[in-house]
């Protein structure tokens, strides 16, 4: 991307971009950075159990990755079957956790551990961008995008209820973490928490992931405009 020769960088981080979680294997050079990733082994096993089996099963996996309208349907049609689908998401993950979510490391107050290398890991990246946009010239700056399930208190206690760290979970935490290391270390940084907190997350998010509605990207759009024009970025 270097060759467009950019004024701004910008990184949008969302929670699965911590490093180290239970999903992936990283292997780290001399200086603390990743050299390679791998599918870890619970990864594995989880994309095994949920492969397609047999020709109904194929065409279903190829339906649900190219059709939306499919994916709504069969939702609905197994919602019926088996009972209520679950409030947001039907697979582990940012809005539906088990309890071996790689995800709720990002919640956790912890400071030692998986929880302490996982963000020490992804301060190092940073560290090591940051450099790097600035050795060419150009200006590093951060976009923090919030889960569904952060915008408010009962959102996130209901999402974290079946994890047995639940009730030393804390939903802010994330976006603490990261804006401290901005604000140490001269980064521009949006918090779209302060956006969206608050907010219907039916609204902005779609029902069965974790990306934003059209209407979403435009509050999204729109916030980080008048935040590059605050910062005299643009």
């Given at each position: 991307?270097?060759?467009?020769?950019?004024?701004?960088?910008?990184?949008?981080?969302?929670?699965?971009?911590?490093?180290?979680?239970?999903?992936?294997?990283?292997?780290?050079?001399?200086?603390?950075?990743?050299?390679?990733?791998?599918?870890?082994?619970?990864?594995?096993?989880?994309?095994?159990?949920?492969?397609?089996?047999?020709?109904?099963?194929?065409?279903?996996?190829?339906?649900?990755?190219?059709?939306?309208?499919?994916?709504?349907?069969?939702?609905?049609?197994?919602?019926?079957?088996?009972?209520?689908?679950?409030a947001r998401?039907?697979?582990?993950?940012?809005?539906?956790p088990?309890?071996?979510?790689?995800?709720?490391?990002?919640?956790?107050?912890?400071?030692?551990?998986?929880?302490?290398?996982?963000?020490?890991?992804?301060?190092?990246?940073?560290a090591?961008?940051?450099?790097?946009?600035?050795?060419?010239?150009?200006?590093?700056?951060?976009?923090?995008?919030?889960?569904?399930?952060?915008?408010?208190?009962?959102?996130?206690?209901?999402?974290?209820?079946?994890?047995?760290?639940?009730?030393?979970?804390?939903?802010?935490?994330?976006?603490?973490?990261?804006?401290?290391?901005?604000?140490?270390?001269?980064?521009?940084?949006?918090?779209?928490?302060?956006?969206?907190?608050?907010?219907?997350?039916?609204?902005?998010?779609?029902?069965?992931?974790?990306?934003?509605?059209?209407?979403?990207?435009?509050?999204?759009?729109?916030?980080?405009r008048?935040?590059?024009?605050?910062?005299?970025?643009?």
């Amino acid at each position: 991307a270097f060759r467009f020769a950019p004024d701004i960088v910008l990184l949008a981080f969302f929670l699965n971009d911590l490093p180290g979680h239970a999903l992936m294997d990283v292997q780290w050079d001399d200086e603390g950075l990743p050299r390679a990733y791998a599918r870890s082994a619970t990864a594995q096993r989880k994309k095994l159990d949920q492969a397609p089996r047999g020709v109904l099963g194929a065409a279903s996996f190829w339906l649900r990755s190219r059709s939306l309208v499919y994916t709504l349907v069969r939702k609905r049609i197994d919602s019926l079957r088996t009972g209520p689908a679950p409030a947001r998401g039907a697979a582990p993950g940012p809005d539906r956790p088990d309890p071996e979510d790689p995800f709720l490391t990002a919640f956790s107050p912890a400071v030692d551990g998986d929880v302490k290398n996982s963000w020490e890991g992804a301060f190092r990246i940073l560290a090591a961008l940051r450099r790097e946009v600035e050795d060419r010239g150009a200006t590093l700056a951060m976009m923090l995008i919030p889960a569904s399930i952060q915008l408010n208190d009962a959102a996130f206690s209901k999402w974290s209820a079946s994890s047995a760290r639940g009730a030393t979970l804390s939903r802010r935490l994330p976006q603490q973490r990261m804006t401290r290391w901005c604000d140490e270390n001269g980064v521009p940084c949006l918090d779209l928490m302060e956006v969206f907190e608050g907010t219907e997350p039916e609204r902005y998010y779609r029902q069965y992931d974790a990306h934003w509605t059209r209407e979403g990207h435009m509050v999204a759009a729109r916030a980080l405009r008048d935040f590059l024009k605050s910062r005299g970025l643009i």
